[in-house]
């Protein structure tokens, strides 16, 4: 069985199929089969003017008909596409979803922040080690997830309008940013054991590998710093050929690390951990469970 995600995030589009290891079992590991990332930004157009201009929407099209090709070549089974922050906020992005779907066949869902915040926490329970206390820190191109998690529970969490393209465009409002760091602030947390932010997205992956943190330890707070302040000091160029970033990541990555460090500073929590999972995989997760 072959099971596909899309996902139209604000700073790129992934088409990401897997099968399961062991299909008799509920919550199985999954192989990947394919991994397709391009790099359109629809969040450039939706942060500024708040349509997906022609050009992009044309982009958006041809992205969703290769898709569509390669869904057909491997044969896939099951299907779910999701658009996140930026066709959220698109005036036109409930007519480019009929567009899309009158001429690939592709049904795009644009789902909530608490859906898709729902959709990546299923598949972070799953990985989190034992039973402790988390916060779930989600940060995309157009939005940031935030979930308080204790004893394999989610407690709380809330969806905001910060991402790493909003930033960089400068359409992050303050009250959006006081809003979250008020909600930040009303957290309760333990004070009697370790509490570690788990990162998920692209950009947290990237700088705990920046940084030589060894693949599933934790990384600290002092050497995130260090390792994003280095970053920012480098120019685009330098960021896409001697750190070996992708140019869409080399020009947003710094914001996800302040926004990292922001939460981490005001929950005081000291470590975050980078499992390289995200929406993809919870979508892939959401139709497993669906079937079996």
Not at 17 to 41: S, Y
Not at 76 to 81: I, K, Q, S, T, Y
Not at 128 to 157: C, M, W
Not at 198 to 209: A, P, R, S
Request: charged share 30%; net charge positive.
């Amino acid at each position: 069985m072959k099971l596909a995600a899309i996902d139209i995030g604000s700073n790129a589009v992934r088409l990401y199929i897997a099968r399961p290891l062991h299909e008799d079992q509920l919550g199985t590991d999954f192989k990947p089969v394919e991994f397709t990332r391009l790099p359109l930004r629809l969040g450039d157009d939706v942060f500024k003017t708040r349509e997906i201009g022609k050009k992009k929407a044309d982009l958006l099209m041809k992205a969703m008909q290769s898709f569509a090709l390669l869904l057909e070549i491997y044969n896939v089974d099951e299907l779910r596409a999701c658009a996140t922050s930026a066709m959220r906020d698109a005036i036109n992005g409930p007519r480019l979803v009929k567009e899309i779907r009158k001429a690939t066949g592709i049904k795009i869902e644009i789902i909530s922040g608490k859906e898709e915040s729902r959709l990546i926490q299923g598949t972070v329970l799953d990985w989190l080690p034992g039973k402790q206390s988390f916060v779930h820190v989600d940060v995309g191109g157009g939005s940031t997830e935030i979930a308080y998690i204790r004893n394999g529970k989610i407690r709380k969490y809330e969806s905001f309008n910060i991402g790493t393209v909003r930033m960089r465009e400068g359409k992050v409002k303050e009250t959006e940013s006081k809003r979250m760091m008020d909600w930040l602030g009303e957290l309760v947390l333990p004070i009697d054991e370790m509490v570690r932010v788990v990162g998920t997205g692209g950009n947290i992956v990237k700088l705990h590998q920046l940084s030589g943190c060894k693949s599933g330890d934790a990384l600290n707070l002092h050497h995130l710093e260090v390792t994003n302040t280095y970053v920012e000091s480098l120019n685009i160029h330098d960021r896409v050929y001697e750190l070996k970033l992708n140019p869409d990541r080399a020009e947003v990555i710094g914001f996800a690390g302040k926004i990292f460090i922001d939460i981490m500073k005001t929950c005081n929590i000291h470590e975050v951990l980078a499992p390289n999972i995200g929406l993809k995989d919870g979508i892939i997760r959401s139709l497993w469970k669906k079937h079996f």
